[in-house]
């Protein structure tokens, strides 16, 4: 982790150094694209530097040090404290959350990684809709408000990949399909694109976490099955975990965590901050 996080150091001062530099430049060639570029770039760079250890000693401070059910427990209360959105909330919150940034027009969606304008939400073919990346169906939450409009495990999604997807378990393993980025499928699970292989695991455990059974939901688990239907499980618990490692935290979760954190919901995905803490628990 501190190798990590000193490269990320070095690439946020390269990167500090570049806008500055621009600023100082003469700018009167500068298009309306690049400069709204430059600010998008920037305003990334200043959310990874105030994740992980800079929340330790406040937001995080009764949960460090802690291991197994102890640690999880506290992790609990702690992003247990959080602004609740309704359904129709969510549409405009991934279109902050989900920014493209290289282009502030549009979404990333997650399992196919195609950019599309943020105007193109909806249920209809070409449009994006909302993916529950803890389907719905597994603890029978639906859309309300609670686990159905967290959105820390919801996601921008093509209409279609969203069904193919549906509410299959987390594997390894199956074949390719339209526009699926390199995400794979079969007649059991869903395996999604290297890229964020990570992400998915981390709102998985996240999920886990957050919703224990205690306000009225159900209690969602991990385990390691990938045939849990209705039941508030999700699988498979040793792959997420790979998943977790091969694929740490990027640059774009890091700010989609700091932006629920500071404009939504006021919690954070602790797994994003610390990913060593998937290990410490499961």
């Given at each position: 982790m501190l190798a990590i996080r000193t490269r990320r150091?070095?690439?946020?001062?390269l990167a500090t150094a570049a806008v500055l530099a621009g600023l100082a430049a003469p700018s009167l060639?500068?298009?309306?694209?690049?400069?709204?570029?430059?600010t998008a770039t920037a305003t990334t760079t200043t959310t990874t530097t105030t994740t992980a250890s800079d929340y330790d000693s406040t937001y995080y401070k009764n949960a460090v040090g802690k291991t197994g059910d102890s640690l999880k427990s506290s992790l609990h209360t702690i992003i247990s404290d959080q602004t609740k959105l309704s359904y129709s909330a969510v549409?405009?919150?991934?279109?902050?959350?989900?920014q493209d940034p290289a282009d502030s027009g549009n979404v990333v969606l997650l399992y196919s990684g195609i950019s599309r304008s943020k105007s193109s939400n909806g249920g209809d073919t070409g449009d994006w809709n909302r993916e529950h990346v803890w389907a719905k169906s597994h603890g029978d939450f639906g859309t309300s408000t609670g686990p159905g409009t967290d959105i820390h495990h919801l996601r921008p999604e093509d209409v279609r990949v969203n069904s193919i997807r549906g509410n299959k378990d987390f594997?390894?393993?199956?074949s390719g399909f339209t526009d699926s980025?390199?995400?794979?499928?079969?007649?059991?699970s869903f395996e999604p694109r290297?890229?964020?292989k990570g992400?998915?695991?981390?709102?998985?455990?996240?999920?886990?976490v957050r919703y224990e059974g205690g306000d009225g939901w159900a209690d969602l688990e991990v385990n390691g099955s990938v045939d849990n239907g209705s039941n508030p499980y999700i699988g498979k618990l040793a792959v997420l975990k790979e998943w977790n490692d091969e694929d740490?935290?990027?640059?774009?979760?890091?700010?989609r965590n700091q932006v629920i954190y500071d404009s939504y919901q006021h919690n954070r995905n602790p797994f994003v901050d610390h990913p060593e803490w998937v290990e410490a628990i499961w």
């Open positions: 150091r070095k690439a946020v001062a060639t500068a298009s309306t694209a690049t400069a709204t570029t430059a549409w405009d919150a991934l279109k902050n959350t989900d594997d390894n393993g199956g980025g390199g995400s794979l499928t079969d007649s059991d290297d890229a964020v992400d998915v695991a981390r709102m998985i455990f996240y999920m886990a740490p935290p990027d640059a774009f979760e890091e700010r």
